[in-house]
């Protein structure tokens, strides 16, 4: 059964970081494109970061120079480090795998940001 699990999220006051995991499992992550989006109540899921199938990073401008995206394909892994955090990075944090004729999306995983 193809699976996406998301860990690593929590509480953290405002500059700390963070960094969230996109565990793959039923599948291999390494042709696939590999999205984290963010959802807040009341907001529809807005994209953060993005790494396409040969490894090119994506950023949302509110995010450059702050978070990285990175594949391990050994561990069938995608990381993203999330550094200077603020409190408008609150949120759910999911990831999504993509290919051509598959989409995957795990539960998802809380980062709030907050002094």
């Known amino acids: 059964q193809p699976q996406l699990v998301e860990s690593g999220g929590g509480s953290v006051q405002p500059g700390g970081s963070l960094r969230l995991s996109c565990a793959a499992s039923?599948?291999?992550?390494?042709?696939?494109?590999v999205g984290w989006f963010r959802q807040v109540p009341g907001n529809g899921r807005l994209g953060i970061s993005c790494i396409s199938s040969d490894d090119s990073a994506y950023h949302a401008d509110s995010v450059k120079g702050r978070f990285t995206i990175a594949r391990d394909i050994a561990k069938n892994m995608v990381y993203l480090q999330m550094d200077n955090l603020k409190p408008a990075d609150t949120g759910v944090y999911y990831c999504?795998?993509?290919?051509?004729?598959?989409?995957?999306r795990g539960q998802g995983t809380q980062v709030t940001v907050s002094s």
């Open positions: 999504n795998a993509k290919s051509f004729n598959r989409n995957y």
């Open positions: 039923g599948f291999t992550l390494d042709t696939y494109a």
